[in-house]
Structures are given as C-alpha cells and as structure tokens.
C-alpha cells in the first residue's frame, strides 16, 4: 500500500519560471493538503483540496500559487514566476476524511531557485 | 488562532539517555500528532494521540486533551533519534494541521 507520493524530489528553477509539484494521495484518501516548510522553520499550511474543490486556501500566498486536484490524476501546486524566496520544501499529506483522522505526509519536494 | 508550543526548542542527548518533550496548545482540538523529521528532511508519522496514551518500542506519547498538553517520551535514545520532533493540531474539525516550531534532538555516540 503506497504511501503519499510526490515528485519530483528535487527541483531547480531559474526565477520567472514555473514550478510544478505533484502529489499522489494514499489509495482511498480524498482530502490532500500543501504545506510548505522554509529552511529552519516548521511546516506552515497552505491549501486543503477534495476532488475538484479547494477547501481551505487560507494559507496560499495570493499571487503566483495555485492548486489543484482534479478528478483524475493527481493534486498539481503550481508557482509561476518563482522567486528566490519560494525556495522551500514543498509537502504534501493526504487523509481518509476531512477530520479527526491520522494525516500522512509525503517524502516532500525541495525547490530552490537561482 | 490556536497557539501550538514545544519544548524545549533544542536538546542533546547521550545515546542511551532518556527525554520527555513537551507539547502546548491553547484550545480543544480535533487531531494530535506527534512527527519525526530526519535529517534527510523525511516527515514520519509517529503517533495520532488525540488523547490518552500510546507506545512504540522506545517511544511513547501520551495527551491529555483537558489540560491541554502531549509529552513524547523517548528511552534509551540512539544517534538515529536525532532530528526535529514536531507536534501537530488540528483546531476543532477544520481538517488542516498547525505545527508547533519543533525540538531539534542530537543524539550523540
């Protein structure tokens, strides 16, 4: 039984390019979540999606992110135009339900940009 | 929002010592869990202990939800111990977590 996965693991970007980070939840969840973590710090939240909804985006900067999950395939967070502060490690978790529930995490993608 | 605090922020151990890390929050939640962060950056699933007690071999972790604190306990630690521990809650039935700053853990030989 996989767990989450994510890829790719590591990532490069020159700024202005895209980044595109992809997660595959646990067989059976349906609830995904981002997270990101910024060097020496913990895991902040970012957006919280179910199969075509985002459910939660309180934690997404406002311009450049976006996420989404669609009914086939798996969860994409996209940065555009990245700046050297998007670099981070990117994690992904997914759970059964939305509550109350054991929350799995990724092995997590690392961005850096030069 | 709720306030998830950890302590203390940095440890070091001999191998073979005994810890007890702490986890504050400042209102009920739905969801604790307790996280191991290895220094290859893994996140892995210690424990989902919204209440009571559980173990693991050397490792345990107990919560009580009304005084609102966890304690990860870790016996006879080795050099594979180290990393950052980090607590997680979720506030009420919102779904997302929020994480505590983590206690960074050195193990040495």
């Known amino acids: 039984n996989a767990g989450v996965m994510q890829n790719p693991r590591h990532l490069v970007r020159r700024r202005g390019q895209e980044a595109r980070l992809r997660c595959s939840p646990m067989?059976?969840?349906?609830?995904v979540y981002w997270y990101r973590q910024l060097p020496e710090e913990g895991l902040k939240f970012m957006v919280y999606l179910q199969k075509e909804n985002i459910i939660d985006e309180s934690g997404m900067p406002k311009e450049r992110f976006s996420a989404e999950f669609p009914k086939e395939g798996p969860s994409i967070l996209r940065i555009q135009q990245v700046v050297r502060g998007d670099s981070a490690a990117y994690f992904c978790?997914?759970?059964?339900?939305?509550?109350?529930?054991?929350?799995?995490f990724g092995e997590g993608s690392w961005l850096t940009v030069v | 929002g709720i306030q998830v605090e950890q302590s203390p922020p940095d440890l070091i151990l001999q191998e073979g010592a005994n810890s007890t890390l702490r986890c504050n929050f400042s209102d009920s939640v739905n969801n604790l869990q307790w996280f191991h962060q290895n220094p290859w950056g893994q996140l892995i699933n210690l424990f989902y202990?919204?209440?009571g007690t559980k173990q693991n071999g050397r490792l345990s972790a107990t919560t009580v939800a009304t005084e609102r604190y966890s304690l990860l306990y870790i016996s006879s630690s080795q050099t594979t111990d180290s990393g950052v521990y980090f607590c997680a809650v979720e506030p009420g039935s919102q779904g997302n977590l929020i994480f505590g700053k983590g206690t960074k853990l050195s193990v040495k030989p």
């Open positions: 067989k059976g969840h349906s609830h």
């Open positions: 978790a997914s759970s059964i339900s939305s509550s109350g529930n054991t929350i799995y």
């Open positions: 202990i919204p209440s």
